[in-house]
T-cell receptor, first 119, second 114 residues
Framework: AQTVTQSQPEMSVQEAETVTLSCTYDTSESDYYLFWYKQPPSRQMILVIRQEAYKQQNATENRFSVNFQKAAKSFSLKISDSQLGDAAMYFCAYKRAGAGGTSYGKLTFGQGTILTVHP | KAGVTQTPRYLIKTRGQQVTLSCSPISGHRSVSWYQQTPGQGLQFLFEYFSETQRNKGNFPGRFSGRQFSNSRSEMNVSTLELGDSALYLC?????????????FGEGSRLTVL
């Protein structure tokens, strides 16, 4: 079974600075997706960034970027120029790739990291 | 385009009762998945429905069940409620036509069992 581990229950950062959230995972699959989701206090989970395992290039979305190390099974999220609106719970998640199958809608989540942004 | 809609947003039940939660996916999305979120266990996959059929199921007892209607709306039911069922129940939808992986989540239904 796949597992996802986020070893940082809480992190804090000063506004405008950079913070990195850690995530490691375990899988025997070679093709999969990794995600970072953000859950603000209003609770709706939104996708921050996605990485396909077959792509060597690290994904980037504006101020958000990942460091994907496939061999080490590591997937960290870097938030640059942190803003007050970045404060939220961040979840790392894993999903098997491939059409159909039995895990289409199934994400395996880490325990989450609460990010606090100080003004 | 409207997002994933879950009702009710909050509800309080007592032990032994049953509850039904509803989820309307994004228009055009045919896959609906359900997750349970608790402080202790985090986010856990309950089940996924596609074309009115359960496609995948997590490790939950049979008291947890669901269904999907022809318009892709989904309901989940929990019977004989226990205190430990208190949680935020999240619904997520996806188009399932291409496996980009992304799920779109609703705001959740907060269930409190007394």
């Amino acid at each position: 079974a796949q597992t996802v581990t986020q070893s940082q229950p809480e992190m804090s950062v000063q506004e405008a600075e950079t913070v990195t959230l850690s995530c490691t995972y375990d899988t025997s699959e070679s093709d999969y997706y990794l995600f970072w989701y953000k859950q603000p206090p209003s609770r709706q989970m939104i996708l921050v960034i996605r990485q396909e395992a077959y792509k060597q290039q690290n994904a980037t979305e504006n101020r958000f970027s990942v460091n994907f190390q496939k061999a080490a099974k590591s997937f960290s999220l870097k938030i640059s120029d942190s803003q007050l609106g970045d404060a939220a719970m961040y979840f790392c998640a894993y999903k098997r790739a491939g059409a159909g199958g039995t895990s289409y809608g199934k994400l395996t989540f880490g325990q989450g990291t609460i990010l606090t942004v100080h003004p | 385009k409207a997002g994933v809609t879950q009702t009710p947003r909050y509800l309080i039940k007592t032990r032994g009762q049953q509850v039904t939660l509803s989820c309307s996916p994004i228009s055009g999305h045919r896959s609906v998945s359900w997750y349970q979120q608790t402080p202790g266990q985090g986010l856990q996959f309950l089940f996924e429905y596609f074309s009115e059929t359960q496609r995948n199921k997590g490790n939950f007892p049979g008291r947890f069940s669901g269904r999907q209607f022809s318009n892709s709306r989904s309901e989940m039911n929990v019977s004989t409620l226990e205190l430990g069922d208190s949680a935020l129940y999240l619904c997520a939808s996806s188009p399932r036509t291409t496996n980009t992986g992304e799920l779109f989540f609703g705001e959740g239904s907060r269930l409190t069992v007394l």
